[in-house]
């Protein structure tokens, strides 16, 4: 079985300043996982994935997640918030071979302040 | 231009007046999947499909029906609607084991009164 944890349902930042979003994964296997965003009103968009290359993840709009297996965990980070980067943010694990593929977090919502 | 496609967007209907929301992608894409979005429950599987003819049921299937008669269409079919059955549904795509990544469409927004 697998599961994710996200563990801040809303995030407050200020425009300019680093945006840290906490994952954390449990998973009977090597799991891929992923950061998805929604913005209102639209669909998810992938930012990035780790699929047990690399375990500092590079992704769009400079967005960044470092898969750490000691801690189970999957944090996405930026390193200066723009007021575009308002949205909701999930962390999703897809198990190779698992039929039900993948599973998400309950998502947390970014919110940058001017 | 590569997309899962979804109709309707919008869609508002009554209780137990039967309805399909269609999903289509053209990337060839074996897996699909449905999804529905409910305020701080994430996305929720209801169906999936590993290839045409497979289907099986996720996380809450009940209330929902689906059928893959081809590779690029996956309907979703609420035979008898309900109100708790509100909410935005999401269609998604993968090559096949879902480690790429999915593609997913714009999403429905279903309103049952």
């Known amino acids: 079985a697998q599961s994710v944890t996200q563990l801040d349902s809303h995030v407050s930042v200020s425009e300019g300043t680093p945006v840290l979003l906490r994952c954390n994964y449990s998973?009977?296997?090597?799991?891929?996982l992923f950061w998805y965003v929604q913005h209102p009103n639209k669909g998810l968009q992938l930012l990035l994935k780790?699929?047990?290359?690399?375990?500092l993840v590079k992704g769009i709009n400079g967005f960044e997640a470092e898969f750490k297996k000691s801690e189970t965990s999957f944090h996405l980070t930026k390193p200066s918030a723009h007021m575009s980067d308002a949205a909701e943010y999930f962390c999703?694990?897809?198990?190779?071979?698992?039929?039900?593929?993948?599973?998400f977090g309950s998502g947390t919502q970014l919110t940058v302040l001017p | 231009e590569a997309q899962v496609t979804q109709n309707p967007r919008y869609l508002i209907t009554v209780t137990g007046k039967k309805l399909t929301v269609t999903c289509s992608q053209n990337m060839n894409h074996e897996y699909m999947s449905w999804y529905r979005q409910d305020p701080g429950l994430g996305l929720r599987q209801i169906y999936y499909?590993?290839?045409?003819?497979?289907?099986d049921k996720g996380d809450v299937p009940e209330g929902y029906k689906v059928s893959r008669k081809e590779k690029r269409n996956f309907p979703l079919i609420l035979e008898s609607p309900s109100p708790n059955q509100t909410s935005l549904y999401f269609c998604a795509s993968s090559p096949t084991q879902g480690i790429y990544g999915y593609t997913f469409g714009s999403g429905t927004r279903l309103t049952v009164v």
């Open positions: 998973s009977s296997y090597s799991p891929s």
């Open positions: 780790y699929t047990s290359a690399a375990t």
């Open positions: 999703v694990v897809s198990v190779s071979g698992s039929a039900r593929q993948l599973t």
């Open positions: 499909s590993m290839n045409v003819e497979v289907t």
